[in-house]
Nanobody, 121 residues
């Protein structure tokens, strides 16, 4: 059984930092792109940042220069370093991984359970 387990969320003051981690475990043949999404109350889930297996990254405009996505392929883990956090960053953050479970399987998207990030003074 494949799992994505997130950690690192919490309560932080405006201007503070948090680092999220998401580790994939189970029988996995290959992980392609990995990404972080977030969903604030009453809003749709939105893409925050993604990273290809080769390390190419993309960010939504509102987090550029403040957030950094990275991955450790040996550990099947993706990270999101979040700096200069603002009230608008408050949301549940989800990781997503595009994975093949065996060599002939299709690529499917898998989700973590989410981790709460609250920015408040």
């Amino acid at each position: 059984q494949v799992q994505l387990v997130e950690s690192g969320g919490g309560l932080v003051q405006p201007g503070g930092s948090l680092r999220l981690s998401c580790a994939a475990s189970g029988s996995i043949f290959r992980i392609n792109a990995m990404a972080w999404y977030r969903q604030a109350p009453g809003k749709q889930r939105e893409l925050v940042a993604d990273i290809s297996s080769g390390g190419n990254t993309n960010y939504r405009d509102s987090v550029k220069g403040r957030f950094t996505i990275s991955r450790d392929n040996a550990k099947n883990t993706v990270y999101l370093q979040m700096d200069s956090l603002s009230l608008e960053d408050t949301a549940v953050y989800y990781c997503n991984a595009q994975m093949m479970l065996y060599s002939l399987s299709p690529v499917r998207g898998y989700w973590g359970q989410g981790t709460q990030v609250t920015v408040s003074s």
